[in-house]
């Protein structure tokens, strides 16, 4: 891939987020490595509780702290390791040089503020306009993610604006100061789907005015397709699976991301029953010995129930953490079924 | 904006006639003939007959109350049995204690309450946090008569830092005893909600968007999270009017404090009506215009409301 060789923008390495709970240590992120390039879109995919979540908010420095704490490990950000930085050091990096927005517009907007209050607060620390201008600023933000009469809309507040306003509004906030890194946390979950698509094609031609990159953090792998660059797939805390998205779509090699591919109803294939994954991500208080997938995993056998597999390079650009990939390629040629159909 | 304040305002004129009604109903159905306690026991049966066709007493109760709500908005309720001053003057000259009292009480309350309940909230599970969350635990349990009497033995008696009782010349150290003993209550109960409420705003979704934005920690819960937080602290800060105008009526006796509440008392053991009923109707008046401030406030600190 032709961005190898550009400079690193994000450099995550062997990140581990642990919150320490009255009945013990969760591992809610426990050694995690990716990288995100400039310009780039990187999707972090997975079920509820895989630790996602968390990924983005160690990088923003917005773990709840207690109970939780980066244990270990390095965020390099241009070259800085933002774990080391102070609080103050911190907060003119946040909404400033890496900006996120969050899953639920209904609720991620103050309801006390007008929408030109909000949008200008983050304008007026970092670049240090006068409210006035700011409130100028605001309204171009507005237009340019297409928010009709920014003028007026700017002294509305939150409750005046529809779920999909709300998260344009989201974007113009975190886009205000034209950061480098935008993490979006499931930005489009809790839209409905033509809002859905209108958010991430605006996510997508802003990306490229901008020439900023994207963190995409989702559970949904339509979303997953429409936006990434590459995707990394996490399960229990770490990833699976970690390469480009026309590879992953094309050549999964984690039974895991297999599962999940298979769970997808297609349009074009005259399936009665979806395959789907057995059982439920395992308790983080209590993962199991071995691999963590060997609870639901067809193919789970002898060392995968005594050894963790390390993340190994499957090829080129394509990196996996499983001890059978090689056997799931071959059942994958022979066309063989390797979850069941859900009755 | 506008219409919500002006629909609020016209909502308040029901609710006063409705005071005014069940005031005059009270009165009405207490035992006790005021042409005798008028004349005490040494009125013949001519004289009282006399007296109550003067005060209107011998006329049909719908028109007595006719009469009633006549009285009140002509702001004629009559002189007291005891002592002839009229009910308004009478009033008025027993406001001002009693003002100082409440007004005091209150900025108390609120002050100290909101900045230990946003403390509180702030450093959750400290010893701080424990210590004021007891302390609010016995003020919200303790009655004003119980605390009303430790404070007298403990800062009066044994201490000697301030008076115990009376006004003195005004001076404002008599008044320092009776504004906290009205306090406490109210205090330990905004100290209460602002800490549940606070600890609840801070985990909203638009105080981590706050957060994201790189403001700092200060702007965060002083702009984003108080001004959401304080929303309930408003409707109880009204409802404890109601409270604090009976606490009055304990304070003031305990502290012999010559305000409303004294006199309200002494009026009801005289049957002293006129003036238990001008009391009564002064305090629904300023239970029910502190409720109207509340619900005016909302407007101003909850967008949400005006557009309703």
Redesign the interface.
């Known amino acids: 891939m032709a961005n190898k060789n550009k400079e690193k923008l994000v450099d995550v390495k062997n990140l581990k987020t642990y919150f320490y709970t009255e009945e013990g240590v969760v591992k809610a992120v426990d050694g995690i490595d990716f990288e995100i390039y400039p310009g780039e879109t990187l999707g972090i995919v997975g079920e509820s509780g895989c630790g996602k979540s968390v990924t983005s908010l160690s990088i923003?420095g917005?773990v709840e702290s207690p109970p939780g704490k980066i244990a270990e490990g390095e965020i390099l950000f241009e070259g800085i390791d933002l774990t080391k930085l102070s609080?103050a050091e911190m907060?003119?990096?946040?909404?400033?040089e890496i900006?996120?927005i969050?899953q639920?517009p209904m609720?991620?907007?103050?309801?006390?503020?007008?929408i030109g209050d909000?949008i200008s607060?983050?304008i007026i620390?970092?670049k240090g306009l006068s409210k006035k201008e700011a409130m100028k600023e605001s309204v171009e933000m507005l237009k340019k993610v297409g928010i009709p009469l920014p003028e007026q809309r700017i002294n509305e507040?939150p409750?005046?604006l529809s779920g999909g306003m709300r998260q344009r509004v989201?974007i113009a906030?975190a886009l205000s100061c034209d950061p480098k890194l935008l993490i979006a946390d499931e930005p489009t979950t809790a839209l409905d789907v033509t809002i859905q698509a209108q958010i991430l094609e605006l996510m997508n031609s802003l990306k490229a005015s901008y020439g900023m990159s994207i963190m995409m953090i989702t559970h949904d792998l339509g979303v997953i397709a429409e936006i990434s660059d590459r995707v990394a797939v996490m399960y229990a805390g770490k990833i699976v699976e970690y390469t480009d998205v026309n590879t992953l779509f094309a050549d999964p090699k984690h039974p895991y991301t297999w599962g999940l591919m298979n769970s997808i109803p297609k349009l074009d294939r005259d399936v009665n029953r979806l395959q789907a994954i057995p059982g439920i991500v395992p308790n983080p208080l209590n993962f199991p010995d071995g691999c963590k997938f060997n609870t639901r995993c067809p193919l789970a056998e002898g060392k995968c129930f005594t050894d963790e597999p390390k993340i190994v390079d499957a090829a080129e650009g394509h990196k996996v953490r499983c001890w059978r990939y090689k056997d799931l390629e071959e059942m994958k040629k022979q066309n063989v079924k390797i979850y069941e159909e859900q009755r | 904006m506008f219409a919500y304040f002006i629909r609020r305002t016209l909502g308040v004129i029901p609710v006063i006639l409705g005071v005014i009604l069940v005031v005059f109903i009270l009165t009405t159905i207490v035992p006790g003939d005021p042409a005798r306690i008028m004349m005490g026991q040494r009125g013949d049966p001519e004289t009282l007959k006399l007296i109550r066709k003067e005060m209107g007493l011998d006329e049909p109760t719908h028109v007595q109350l006719v009469k009633f709500y006549k009285d009140v908005f002509t702001l004629n309720l009559g002189r007291s049995y005891r002592n002839n001053m009229t009910v308004i003057e009478s009033i008025k000259s027993r406001l001002p204690v009693t003002a100082t009292l409440a007004i005091g009480a209150m900025i108390i309350a609120v002050v100290l309450g909101v900045s230990i309940g946003i403390y509180s909230a702030t450093h959750q599970y400290t010893w701080q946090d424990y210590l004021s969350m007891i302390f609010s635990l016995l003020g919200i349990a303790s009655p004003v008569y119980f605390v009303g009497l430790i404070m007298v033995i403990i800062f009066a008696r044994k201490l000697g830092w301030v008076p115990g009782t009376g006004l003195g010349n005004g001076e404002w150290i008599y008044y320092v005893l009776p504004i906290l003993t009205l306090g406490v209550r109210p205090m330990a109960l905004i100290v209460r909600l602002t800490r549940s409420t606070m600890l609840e705003v801070v985990h909203q979704d638009y105080v981590k968007t706050a957060r994201a934005k790189g403001l700092k920690e200060k702007a965060v819960i002083y702009k984003h999270a108080l001004k959401n937080a304080l929303i309930p602290v408003i409707t109880i800060i009204g409802l404890q009017t109601a409270s604090l105008l009976s606490g009055v009526m304990l304070t003031e006796t305990i502290y012999s404090l010559p305000g409303l509440g004294r006199l309200s008392i002494q009026a009801v053991t005289n049957r002293d009506f006129p003036i238990i009923r001008g009391v009564v109707l002064f305090m629904a008046l300023v239970f029910v215009l502190a409720n109207l401030l509340v619900d005016l406030s909302y407007g101003f600190f909850d967008p949400r409301i005006r557009y309703e």
């Open positions: 923003m917005l609080q907060r003119k990096i946040r909404g400033n900006s996120m969050f639920e609720t991620s907007l103050n309801p006390v503020y007008t909000q607060e983050a620390i970092h507040y409750h005046q989201m906030m």
